[in-house]
């Protein structure tokens, strides 16, 4: 099973990395991976239990994962697995972590494992979506960091 764990230093508390990386209504505004994201079954914010949509950009097939959140502990944990059965993944979960370091950086830490669909050509589709997600989580990370160490990110009303 494929797993893998990229992490980034951001100059910004665990707090404030924790929500903007689970505000889905400023989500688009820094997530290069993404073409939508947005919470789903009734559910209005981020939290435990809560289920959301992310769908790849159209150069990645725009391959939608429905998750559900089975761990919600602000400001250090989020984790969620997927519900849904979309092209090339037969399970997929992922963990983030957040830590506070000195002089108000924190470190984000993204962990995640799957596995690939159909089971017979796990062995050729599982590496290349590896390479694919560890260089595009890390791209995301270092997006989420240029972000929050702009001037564009504008307080919430």
């Not at 994201?37 to 994962?65: E, M, N």
């Not at 989420?144 to 001037?151: A, G, N, V």
């Amino acid at each position: 099973m494929p797993h893998g764990e990229v992490s980034q230093i951001i100059n910004a508390p665990a707090a404030v990395v924790f929500d903007l990386m689970h505000d889905y209504d400023r989500r688009l505004a820094w997530d290069t991976l993404l073409s939508a994201a947005y919470l789903t079954d009734g559910f209005t914010k981020a939290a435990l239990g809560a289920t959301c949509v992310c769908v790849g950009r159209s150069s990645l097939l725009r391959i939608p994962l429905k998750t559900k959140y089975v761990a919600f502990e602000r400001p250090r944990l989020a984790a969620v697995k997927m519900v849904n059965r979309p092209l090339l993944f037969g399970t997929w979960a992922a963990s983030i972590r957040h830590e506070n370091l000195p002089a108000g950086q924190s470190r984000i830490t993204y962990t995640w494992t799957f596995t690939a669909r159909p089971r017979w050509l796990a062995w050729l589709i599982e590496p290349i979506l590896q390479r694919i997600f560890r260089r595009e989580t890390a791209r995301r990370l270092d997006a989420l960091k240029q972000f929050l160490e702009s001037d564009r990110l504008q307080p919430v009303a």
